[in-house]
């Protein structure tokens, strides 16, 4: 019976998207991570230090770097802690710190509300990019309600979750870490070109301790935000073959270096030049301080529509793993194309009220607070 089992549990494993494929190479693990970690927050990080001053904002910013860089290497590290026994998922690391039962309530919710968060703030930033993008390029076009873009951009990312598991989606997580670099890059870039604006200011933007505590905090949030990916750090690594002689450790840390250099290369530049240049007047998105030329804005939000499309698809990847498996494993479906196709589809569907929700949401704070955190422009 146990050889049974072991069978059936494997032939699960060879089905489901986090196992399926471990043949990745590092640099899978590289585009991956890249995606997962640089978002639209690396441009807040300007006016992050705008609120913290040079000398806190500069520690607090490499030390985010070094920081959350040890940690995963820790979770690296605690994939395989015993020869041959994987942590391919997350809740497994848990179940293993806390039991088999403890692991999964404190694990999956936190897992569940961070990547189908993700997932829906994602959405509406691709819908609303979209929107923006159309509007830029061609401001005679009629406009079109930016819920019917967001109902556009998921039946897009409907069609690509339909790709079976983490090694499928690599070409789509590629352009997504490309494009985070790149509008990181029209960022500082464009900053530096621009030159510091006259009478330029770095004090402190506060007139009162109550002021400054806020402002701290409020900037710690921002950093804290932009650096992100360490939920799905698990699920890459998984895809990466391992044997005694060269466990899955060496090529996925590897692959981390690269990742992480590729973060700093888009932060520190972004940060450290924006508020450079502009000092206290640099705005939340610092695209919008650089006067919002036509073909800037252009090109940025077509970038960050690609990357999001990819970090959707990275984020949703191990959602789909959890699916699939109670659905296997506790429901007892048969492992298909057709049970695949419907509890996908499903993710896909429900959401889009919540989307929506966000999006409205997000459009009444941005009419009251002039602030756009979701989309650039």
């Known amino acids: 019976m146990t050889n049974i089992n072991t069978v059936d549990n494997n032939a699960i494993n060879a089905w489901l998207p986090v196992t399926a494929s471990r043949n990745a190479k590092w640099w899978y693990s590289a585009f991956h991570n890249l995606t997962a970690m640089v978002g639209a927050g690396v441009l807040t990080l300007p006016y992050a ?62 897992q569940l ?110 950093v804290a935000f932009a650096y992100a990916g360490h939920n799905v750090v698990l699920e890459i690594q998984a895809t990466i073959p391992s044997t005694p002689e060269k466990p899955s450790k060496i090529a996925m840390w590897k692959g981390v270096i690269v990742a992480y250099l590729g973060v700093g290369f888009c932060y520190f530049p972004v940060a450290f030049i924006g508020y450079y240049v502009f000092g206290n007047s640099v705005d939340d998105n610092i695209l919008i301080t650089l006067e919002k030329p036509t073909w800037l804005i252009a090109a940025a939000n077509m970038f960050v529509i690609i990357h999001v499309i990819g970090g ?6 191990p959602v789909f793993d959890m699916m699939e498996t109670f659905l296997v494993k506790r429901m007892k479906f048969p492992p298909c194309f057709t049970l695949r196709f419907v509890a996908r589809t499903i993710f896909e569907a429900l959401p889009l009220p919540q989307h929506l929700t966000f999006y409205h949401v997000s459009y009444g704070l941005d009419c009251t607070n002039q602030r756009d955190l979701a989309y650039l422009g």
């Open 312 to 317: 959707y698809q990275v984020f949703s990847m």
């Open 49 to 110: 230090m705008s609120m913290m001053g040079w000398g806190p904002g500069s520690v607090i910013l490499i030390m985010s770097w070094v920081i959350t860089l040890f940690t995963l290497w820790q979770m690296v590290e605690m994939h395989e802690m015993e020869p041959g026994v994987r942590s391919d998922r997350y809740h497994e690391l848990g179940q293993k710190a806390f039991g088999e039962k403890l692991g999964l309530y404190i694990v999956v919710p936190q």
């Open 113 to 222: 509300l961070v990547e189908v968060g993700t997932c829906i703030v994602y959405m509406v930033t691709g819908g609303k990019s979209l929107k923006k993008f159309l509007e830029t390029v061609c401001p005679s076009c009629q406009k079109i309600r930016s819920s019917y873009w967001i109902m556009i951009f998921a039946s897009v990312n409907f069609a690509l979750s339909l790709l079976p598991n983490f090694n499928s989606i690599s070409a789509v997580s590629l352009a997504a870490a490309v494009m985070s670099i790149t509008y990181s890059t029209i960022a500082w870039v464009a900053s530096l070109k621009r030159g510091t604006v006259p009478n330029v200011d770095y004090g402190y933007k506060a007139h009162s301790t109550a002021d400054a505590v806020f402002n701290f905090m409020t900037a710690m949030g921002d």
